[in-house]
T-cell receptor
Framework: AQKVTQAQTEISVVEKEDVTLDCVYETRDTTYYLFWYKQPPSGELVFLIRRNSFDEQNEISGRYSWNFQKSTSSFNFTITASQVVDSAVYFC????????????FGPGTRLSVLP | DVKVTQSSRYLVKRTGEKVFLECVQDMDHENMFWYRQDPGLGLRLIYFSYDVKMKEKGDIPEGYSVSREKKERFSLILESASTNQTSMYLCASMPGHNSGANVLTFGAGSRLTVL
């Protein structure tokens, strides 16, 4: 069975600090996709990134970066120089390969960035 | 700007009432989903639809039904609302298999309170 764990329920940081959100997943598939979504207070989940299991390259997009390590089944998300606008709930998700319609979401991590 | 629109952001209903949650997408997506979001549990799939008039049960279909008469519209129905269905309901859509892009686009959510 597939499972996604986000052990950090809530994190609080002060603006300009770096913060890492952890995501650990379980799957028996050899091919799969991993995702991060952001849910700001408005409620709408916003897609941040999709990573194929064959692509272990780390990715950077502005202040956001993602570290994918198959050896530890982790797909961690780092925000550099956090800002108040980064305050949101962040979800990590896993889907099966071959265009899976079955998505498994983690419980989410609520990030509060204080001014 | 492409969108998934949920007709009601906030609803308050009484136990036993029939509740309709409507979702419309303007992206011509084949797949549509209804999730339920509860604190600490992440998103759980209620139903999804991969085509007009087609539906598949998700992880927690009990107490819910769905309708997809048109491609752009996916309705969630609570035949007889109960207090344990108080939750945030999220609709999402996704392109068909040929697009190769299994990324969910979410609506802003409908927060239902059942008294």
């Amino acid at each position: 069975a597939q499972k996604v764990t986000q052990a950090q329920t809530e994190i609080s940081v002060v603006e300009k600090e770096d913060v890492t959100l952890d995501c650990v997943y379980e799957t028996r598939d050899t091919t799969y996709y991993l995702f991060w979504y952001k849910q700001p207070p408005s409620g709408e989940l916003v897609f941040l990134i999709r990573r194929n299991s064959f692509d272990e390259q780390n990715e950077i997009s502005g202040r956001y970066s993602w570290n994918f390590q198959k050896s530890t089944s982790s797909f961690n998300f780092t925000i550099t120089a956090s800002q108040v606008v980064d305050s949101a709930v962040y979800f990590c998700a896993l889907s099966e390969a071959n265009y899976g319609q079955n998505f498994v979401f983690g419980p989410g991590t609520r990030l509060s960035v204080l001014p | 700007d492409v969108k998934v629109t949920q007709s009601s952001r906030y609803l308050v209903k009484r136990t036993g009432e029939k509740v309709f949650l409507e979702c419309v997408q303007d992206m011509d997506h084949e797949n549509m989903f209804w999730y339920r979001q509860d604190p600490g549990l992440g998103l759980r799939l209620i139903y999804f639809s991969y085509d007009v008039k087609m539906k598949e049960k998700g992880d927690i279909p009990e107490g819910y039904s769905v309708s997809r008469e048109k491609k752009e519209r996916f309705s969630l129905i609570l035949e007889s609302a109960s207090t344990n269905q108080t939750s945030m309901y999220l609709c999402a859509s996704m392109p068909g298999h040929n697009s190769g892009a299994n990324v969910l686009t979410f609506g802003a959510g409908s927060r239902l309170t059942v008294l």
